[in-house]
Nanobody, 119 residues
């Protein structure tokens, strides 16, 4: 069983930065960040496979970076140059298997952390 707890959300002005953290327990080979804005479907933001392979949504490429600290059991999402359209609830997710992309079906989910970007 994998448990995930997100933190680091908050309110920031456009152009600012935030770093989200996801503390996890258990073992998984694929982890990712997703987001859901009010009235919209959930969308994949970034994934990271155990071997370090990463994938990003086109909308965040060059601005967001997913990383993992195995010693701290923590997954990160560094978000720079934030835009109002990045406003959403952000979720950490994990699953097993080598297929680790934005369309992967994730088995475990955190409760989410809110990110609000004002213009």
């Amino acid at each position: 069983q994998v448990q995930l707890v997100e933190s680091g959300g908050g309110s920031v002005q456009a152009g600012g930065s935030l770093r989200l953290s996801c503390t996890y327990s258990g073992i998984s080979t694929c982890m990712g960040w997703f987001r859901q804005a009010p009235g919209k479907e959930r969308e994949g933001v970034a994934t990271r496979r155990a071997d370090g392979t990463t994938n990003y949504a086109d909308s965040v490429k060059g601005r967001f970076t997913i990383s993992k600290d195995n010693a701290k059991n923590t997954l990160y999402l560094q978000m720079n140059s934030l835009k109002p359209e990045d406003t959403a609830m952000y979720y950490c997710a994990a699953t097993s298997g080598s297929y680790c992309v934005l369309r992967t079906t994730f088995a475990y989910w955190g409760q989410g952390t809110q990110v609000t970007v004002s213009s």
